[in-house]
């Protein structure tokens, strides 16, 4: 039977691929899920059983609880100065990536281009391309702190380019953009008429600077499409939520496609997000503050056994060079995985440019972590790579 052409040639994700190697092994130490280790706050848990109790069980408006966007719009002019309409520029999605869908689907003609740095998070380019998009990725390395510059920019953009999509702090490299070379990215965006798809997941695990919104840049709030959700900062990646902010007609048009796909987000979950935004500060802090602990750990342990790795400014992962090992990515991370039995991921499920590179995620505890590592530096000796 055909499937769509379309579908056809877009590739597995990388991530999925190779993790189904590890489904089955034991005494696997797994650095690769893109997952917080803790368990979502009690506070927030609560609130969700008792809302069930309560006989919350119904759907809710397509654009989600009122009561929430409410609450996201407050969450948003209090810690950004950003001012967002609950009623018409806000919409809550099934995760960031549902809305990161709606919005691509929402602006992409047959054709036309959207920029994307690399290393980039898998879904990206796939998207795009059943979007009826073209992906152009912009490839960055070390020597410029996996940044793209308005050089890239000015380099890879004509009259097809359409948006640019930036995830700041980056999964998989750690990289955030100060508010400085934000303005600079956003004044070529300007120039160039261009959409910002700005996914800030990782906003409140940025550690070296404060977080700025591209949205919050000058004259970029009517030409931005800002997501963010709650699976990372608040540990909720079970509860499936996100929500997109952006100019109104273009929430519409997300809204339009989103009534007919998912309907609405599940109102548990928009419960949950309630209690999050409403009370969930002090524990994002604490997760954040342990986070920022084993950052500090892994980076110079990485950097002790011999894998150069860049300080991550934002989010849960490292992503250290492995090419002294003389391995590609793929082969190091198989090797290490049946050798050793620690779980990475490949530099190159993330593009290209991440050849030479791997994903280690320090959502794991800090025993798990030295462990691992201690297990990655025998790796190196045997192979005799240092």
Excluded at 154 to 183: R, W
Excluded at 217 to 242: D, Q
Excluded at 314 to 328: C, D, E, M, N, V
Aim: aromatic share 10%; glycine share 6%.
């Amino acid at each position: 039977m055909k499937i769509s052409k379309l579908v056809e040639k877009i590739p597995p994700s990388g991530i999925r691929v190779f993790f189904d190697l590890v489904l089955g092994m034991k005494d696997v130490i797994s650095l690769g899920v893109g997952e917080p280790d803790f368990i979502t706050p009690w506070n927030i848990r609560e609130r969700a059983i008792y809302s069930l109790e309560e006989g919350y069980t119904s759907y809710t408006s397509n654009k989600g609880l009122i009561e929430l966007r409410h609450e996201i719009s407050r969450y948003l002019k209090h810690k950004y100065g950003l001012e967002y309409d609950p009623e018409e520029e806000i919409l809550v999605t099934v995760g960031v990536s549902e809305a990161l869908d709606l919005a691509l689907r929402a602006i992409v003609n047959k054709g036309d281009k959207i920029l994307i740095p690399e290393p980039s998070y898998v879904s990206y380019g796939p998207i795009t391309t059943l979007c009826g998009g073209s992906p152009i990725f912009i490839k960055t390395s070390p020597e410029n702190g996996f940044k793209i510059t308005p050089k890239d920019i000015n380099k890879f953009c004509d009259i097809k380019t359409k948006a640019i999509i930036l995830n700041y702090p980056n999964n998989p490299t750690g990289t955030s953009y100060s508010k400085a070379e934000l303005k600079t990215i956003s004044k070529i965006a300007l120039r160039h008429g261009i959409i910002m798809v700005s996914d800030e997941i990782y906003c409140d695990l940025t550690y070296t600077f404060d977080h700025t919104p591209f949205s919050a840049l000058p004259h970029m709030k009517e030409r931005t499409i800002y997501l963010n959700g709650f699976s990372k900062a608040y540990a909720m990646t079970g509860w499936r939520i996100g929500y997109a902010c952006g100019p109104r007609n273009i929430i519409s048009s997300m809204t339009k496609i989103h009534q007919y796909t998912m309907m609405c987000v599940p109102i548990t979950s928009q419960m949950a997000a309630l209690e999050a935004l409403k009370n969930g500060e002090k524990a994002v802090q604490e997760m954040k503050r342990e986070y920022k602990r084993r950052r500090e750990f892994v980076v110079s342990r990485l950097n002790e056994i011999g894998l150069s790795c860049h300080k991550p400014e934002g989010t849960f992962y490292a992503f250290p060079s492995i090419k002294s090992s003389g391995l590609s990515s793929m082969e190091f991370a198989r090797e290490l995985l049946k050798k050793e039995k620690v779980a990475v991921v490949p530099g190159t499920a993330f593009g290209p440019s991440g050849e030479g590179h791997i994903r280690i995620s320090y959502a794991s505890s800090l025993d798990r972590l030295k462990e691992a590592l201690a297990r990655i530096e025998i790796f190196l000796s045997k192979n005799k790579v240092r």
